[in-house]
Nanobody, 120 residues
């Protein structure tokens, strides 16, 4: 098993930037594909971005392409999400997730989430 803790959320103005972190403990971090998801107010949870175990493969939701960047540091057991040009519609609770592969997050492990609020 792996335990995930997100951090870095907060309040930012439209056009601003934030960097989220997700620190993992437990089973070897590098053995998991990792992803970021979000759930906005009154909305269902949605996929944001995912990365393969070795970091070579990434997949982004169209809504964040060119603005968000996922990265991982396996030596620090940490996943990152750099968010630029933030928009009010990016307001959500952001969750990181770990799974055996990029298509299996529903059956993986999840953090508690960190709130991101973008003001207009």
């Amino acid at each position: 098993q792996v335990q995930l803790v997100e951090s870095g959320g907060g309040l930012v103005q439209s056009g601003g930037s934030l960097r989220l972190s997700c620190t993992a403990s437990g089973r070897t971090f590098s053995s998991y594909a990792m992803g970021w998801f979000r759930q906005g107010p009154g909305k269902e949870r949605e996929f944001v971005v995912a990365m393969s175990r070795n970091g070579y493969i990434t997949s982004y939701a169209d809504s964040v392409k060119g603005r968000f960047t996922i990265s991982r540091d396996n030596s620090k057991n940490t996943l990152y999400l750099e968010m630029n040009s933030l928009k009010p519609e990016d307001t959500a609770v952001y969750y990181c997730a770990a799974a055996d592969n990029m298509g299996a997050f529903d059956h993986g492990y999840w953090g508690q989430g960190t709130q991101v609020t973008v003001s207009s």
